[in-house]
Antibody, heavy 123, light 112 residues
Framework: EVQLVESGGGLVQPGRSLRLSCAAS????????MHWVRQAPGKGLEWVSG????????GYADSVKGRFTISRDNAKNSLYLQMNSLRAEDTALYYC????????????????WGQGTMVTVSS | QSALTQPASVSGSPGQSITISCTGT?????????VSWYQQHPGKAPKLMIY???NRPSGVSNRFSGSKSGNTASLTISGLQAEDEADYYC????????????FGGGTKLTVL
C-alpha cells in the first residue's frame, strides 16, 4: 500500500524550532519529488516547500524562506522539514505529499498525501 | 506570491453541472500547463482530481473535467452527486523560482 506518514508535530513556543518527518512506503521513494503543504485551521492549502528526487532542486514559499529547510534521505525513504524561528502564523496541519512525476521535472501534481501532523505555535 | 483566485462558494442540484474557476496570471496559470485540482472533504487529506490542466488520475470519475483559457483554469463537475460536496482547490506552477507552486483560496461546493 502506498503510504505517507508524518510525525514530529506538537506545541512549540514562538521562536523555537521543530523538525517534521515523513515516512514513505509502497513506492520507489527516490524516483519522485516530494513536497510539504500546510493548512491553517479553517483555512486553505498553502504550498510550503518542495524537493526534487535527487535533492538537486529545492524551493520554498516566501512565507518560510530562510526559516525552513527541506531535506530527504532516500536510503531511509524519508522526507524532513526543519522549521526554525517559528511564528504564530506557522500554526497549521502539515501534509507531506508525493509528486506524481517520475524523476525529471516535478509537475506539482500531488497524487499521494499523508494525514498530516499538527504544529501549534503559541506561548 | 499571491494565491490564485477562486470563488468562495458554488452550488448546484443533483444531476446538474457546475464550473469552478481559478484565475491567475501569465506567470502561473497562463504560462504553464501544470494546473491541478484537489477535492477535500472535511477532516480528510486532499485528493488529486485533475493534473496538467485536463488529465484525470486513474480512479477519478469522468464526471470531473478540467480546461484552461488564458490565465483562467476551470474545473467542471457534471451529473452532480451528494458526495461531490467538498472543498476544491486549484494549484499551479509559477515562475517565481525553480520549484514553486501556488494554491487557490478554495471553493466550497454545496449540493442542494
Amino acid at each position: 500500500e502506498v503510504q505517507l506518514v508524518e510525525s514530529g508535530g506538537g506545541l512549540v513556543q514562538p521562536g523555537r524550532s521543530l523538525r517534521l518527518s515523513c515516512a514513505a512506503s509502497g513506492f520507489t521513494f527516490d524516483d519522485y519529488a516530494m513536497h510539504w503543504v500546510r493548512q491553517a485551521p479553517g483555512k486553505g492549502l498553502e504550498w510550503v516547500s518542495g524537493i526534487s528526487w535527487n535533492s538537486g532542486s529545492i524551493g520554498y514559499a516566501d512565507s518560510v524562506k530562510g526559516r525552513f529547510t527541506i531535506s530527504r534521505d532516500n536510503a531511509k525513504n524519508s522526507l524532513y522539514l526543519q522549521m526554525n524561528s517559528l511564528r504564530a502564523e506557522d500554526t497549521a496541519l502539515y501534509y507531506c505529499a508525493k509528486d506524481q512525476t517520475v524523476a525529471g521535472t516535478p509537475t506539482g501534481a500531488f497524487d499521494i498525501w499523508g494525514q498530516g501532523t499538527m504544529v501549534t505555535v503559541s506561548s | 506570491q499571491s494565491a490564485l483566485t477562486q470563488p468562495a462558494s458554488v452550488s448546484g442540484s443533483p444531476g446538474q453541472s457546475i464550473t469552478i474557476s481559478c484565475t491567475g496570471t501569465s506567470s502561473d496559470v497562463g504560462g504553464y500547463n501544470y494546473v491541478s485540482w484537489y477535492q477535500q472533504h472535511p477532516g480528510k487529506a486532499p485528493k488529486l482530481m485533475i493534473y496538467e490542466v485536463s488529465n484525470r488520475p486513474s480512479g477519478v470519475s469522468n464526471r470531473f473535467s478540467g480546461s484552461k483559457s488564458g490565465n483562467t483554469a476551470s474545473l467542471t463537475i457534471s451529473g452532480l452527486q451528494a458526495e461531490d460536496e467538498a472543498d476544491y482547490y486549484c494549484s499551479s506552477y509559477t515562475s517565481s523560482s525553480t520549484l514553486y507552486w501556488v494554491f487557490g483560496g478554495g471553493t466550497k461546493l454545496t449540493v442542494l
